[in-house]
C-alpha cells in the first residue's frame, strides 16, 4: 500500500505486574536480538534471536526513530516492539494454575495491511482480532483477550494469518501483561455477576487509553476478559479504570464506544412472573467526550434510554428500569445510541460510561 507519510506513535510502558502467579519474559520486548541476528530491521538469527520469545516467519524488530521507505515510526522513550509480517508467530511458555481464568492485556498497531488481522492463542483458546477499526487517533489499541488454563505451562502465541504483497505489512505489538480473574458470583444483593466492574483485565499504568474488550469472541461469560459479560456487537467496548478517567463507582466501569455497534450483555437467572428493579449510572470518562450521550437499556421487551448531556469533564446520574420477568434467564443488555468523538482527539472514538449496574427483586408488599 503506498503512502506518502504515516506516522505510528507507539507507546512502550514500562509494567510492574500484580501478577504472581506467573509472568511474561521480555513483554515489552526491550531485550532484541545480537546485531549480527539482524539483516536490517528483520530478524534473521533463528527461532530465539529475541529473547523469551520463539519466533518464526517474516519478524521486524524496531525502534524509536526508525524510518522504512516513507514510513516512520515513532516509538517513545527509546523503546521497542515486535512487527509480524506475513505468517509470522511469536509464542512464549507461561506458568499458569490448571483450570484458573486469564486475561492477556497488549498493545497492538495496525500498519499497511487493508484487512489486518492478529490471532491470539493458548490452546486451545483462540481468536482472531480483526483490526480494520482504529479506536485512539494515535495509531495504537490495548485489548486483553481471556481463557482459561488447561494446563500448568501453556504456549502462548501471537500469529498474523495475512498474505499481503508487502511481506513487512502486519500488526505491531508491545507491552504484554497476564492477570489472573476470579468471576464473581451472584449476592443476594445483586442477581447480576461483577456488575460494578471490578473485575478486568489488566491495565497499564502509563496509558490513558483503556483496555479494549473485542467484540463476539466466545458466548461464555466467564471466558470474558470482564468476566460476567458478554460483548455483543460488532465494535469493542472500553474498560476503563479510576487511575486514568472519571469512574461513576469503585475502580472499573465500561465506556461504549461504537454506537449501536457497541454493546455489552448479560443473562440472569430470575424468576418468572417476580418484578425486578434494574438500576445503572450513566455518565462520562472525563476524556473530552462531549456533547449529548445516550445508553439504552433493554431487559426482554422492556427497554429505557438515558439521554446524558456531557462536558466531557467527568459526572454521571442514575436511572432504573422496573420489568416483571417471563423466563427464567433474562438477558440484560446496554448499548450507545450514538457514535461520538473525543472533542479533542477527532480520531478517537469515545462514549457513555456505564457501572454500578444492579438488578434485584422486589418484594411483594
Known sequence: MGMLSFLLVFCCFHVTFSFTDGSIANAEFEFGPKPQDMKGTVVTGGPHAIPGWEISGFIEYLKSGQKQGDM????????????????????QKIKVVKGMYYSITFMVARTCAQEEKLNVSVAPDWVVLPMQTLYSGNGWDAYAWSFQADYSLVDMAFHHPGKEEDPACGPIIDSIALKALYPPRPTNKNVLKNGGFEEGPYVFPNTTSGV??????????????????????????????????SVPLGKGAVELIGGKESAIAQVARTIPGKTYTLSFAVGDAGNSCEGSLSVEAYVGKESVKVPYESKGKGGFKRATL???????????????TFYTMRSDDFASLCGPVIDDVTLISLRKP
Open 212 to 245: 479494549l474488550i473485542p467484540p463476539n469472541i466466545v458466548d461464555l461469560s466467564d471466558h470474558s476478559p470482564l468476566p460476567g459479560w458478554i460483548v455483543e456487537s460488532l465494535k469493542a467496548v472500553k474498560y476503563i479504570d479510576s487511575d486514568h478517567f
Open 72 to 91: 516512520l515510526l515513532v516509538v517513545p522513550n527509546g523503546a521497542y516492539a515486535v512487527r509480524l509480517g506475513n505468517g509470522a508467530s511469536i509464542k
Open 322 to 336: 422496573k420489568f416483571v420477568a417471563v423466563s427464567t434467564r433474562t438477558r440484560i443488555l446496554f448499548l450507545s
